[in-house]
């Protein structure tokens, strides 16, 4: 299957990785959650070339996970997360539990806190009927109503 084709793919893991799947658009992403705001500083800080990083954009822009707006100064244009976009946020926690657990011997280099009271934050898999933690060994998927509309 090509990639393009993934967008069509009746699976709700399947479709947002046509839009983040690819390293820059987290690397993107996470600076976004930092501050990062404007083409140059997302250029310098990255690495990254000019025109992956505008492709990027674009597709964030498109998705409307990024908003471009002029800066409150008026002088240059900003990328700013929409809602949407600080929805994103319990996925790059969760890939940075994982990274801190398996890829960190000599521990976290970052320590993400609660503003309020020190805590540490952490991504925890619930369930919303009874509140119990879960792993994937307690995760049965079943026929959902978006699958049942298309008749599948």
Known sequence: MRYEE??????????????????????????????VRRFN?????????????????????????????????????????????????????ALRDWGDAYMAPDGPPVLYQHRDCGGEAHVHLECDSCSKPMTARDVTPAVGPGLVAIGL
């Open 6 to 35: 993934l967008a069509d793919e009746y699976c709700s893991i399947t479709r947002p990785l046509v839009v983040l799947g690819d390293r820059w658009t987290l690397l993107i992403l996470k600076q976004s959650f930092a501050g």
């Open 41 to 93: 500083a997302f250029q310098s800080v990255l690495g990254i070339s000019r025109s992956r990083l505008q492709n990027r954009l674009d597709r964030l822009v498109e998705h409307e996970i990024l908003v471009k707006q002029k800066s409150d100064e008026g002088a240059h244009e900003e990328y700013r997360l929409t809602d949407k976009g600080f929805d994103i946020y319990p996925i790059l926690m």
